[in-house]
Every structure is written in C-alpha cells, then in structure tokens.
C-alpha cells in the first residue's frame, strides 16, 4: 500500500509542477517586458513583443490569453503525468 500511496504522491506532485511551470514561464516573460517597457527606446518592442505573446495565447484559448494559458498549462501537465507514470513503471520493472 505504501508503494501505491508513494506513487499518487509523486504524480499529484508532477501534476502541480508542471501545471505551475508554464504559467511562471509566461508570466515571468510578461513581467520583464513590462518592466523593460520603462526603459527608454524599448517601449515599442515590448509592446510587440508582449502583443505576440498575448495573440499566440489567444490562439490556444478560443480568443482569450487566459483561456489559452490554461490549455497550455493543462497539457504540460498531463504530460508531465504521463512521464511520471513511465518513470513508475520503469522503476518497477527494473527493481
């Protein structure tokens, strides 16, 4: 039972990681644009840069940056389940 409870551990785990991780890649990104846009000479480049950003996640989210945050974030994380479940099985069949 400890075995089984080790593994739902670890794939809640990976689920949270890399659900979180791509939301803090993008908003990391966003972020620093938008400090860099206080910058003399950099306004209009973080302005495109930021408005690509927003449109390639608007694409993924049916018209909304949020919604295609999620779905990002929704498939990073289940994939990351995914590779959590091989690592378990390949640990167990090379135990």
């Not at 973080?46 to 949020?66: A, K, M």
């Given at each position: 039972m400890t075995i089984m409870m080790n593994f739902?551990?670890?794939l809640?785990?990976?689920?949270?990681?890399?659900?979180?991780?791509?939301?803090?890649?993008?908003?990391?990104?966003l972020f620093a644009l938008s400090l860099a846009g206080y910058i003399p000479g950099l306004q209009e480049v973080t302005e495109v840069v930021s408005s690509?950003?927003?449109?390639?996640?608007?694409?993924?989210?049916?018209?909304?940056?949020?919604?295609?945050?999620?779905?990002?974030?929704?498939?990073?994380?289940f994939v990351?389940?995914?590779?959590?479940?091989y690592a378990y099985y390949r640990y167990q069949m090379l135990r």
């Amino acid at each position: 039972m400890t075995i089984m409870m080790n593994f739902l551990r670890s794939l809640v785990l990976s689920i949270i990681f890399s659900f979180v991780t791509p939301m803090l890649l993008f908003g990391g990104v966003l972020f620093a644009l938008s400090l860099a846009g206080y910058i003399p000479g950099l306004q209009e480049v973080t302005e495109v840069v930021s408005s690509l950003i927003t449109e390639f996640l608007s694409v993924f989210g049916s018209g909304t940056p949020v919604g295609g945050l999620f779905v990002i974030c929704s498939t990073c994380s289940f994939v990351g389940a995914l590779f959590d479940t091989y690592a378990y099985y390949r640990y167990q069949m090379l135990r």
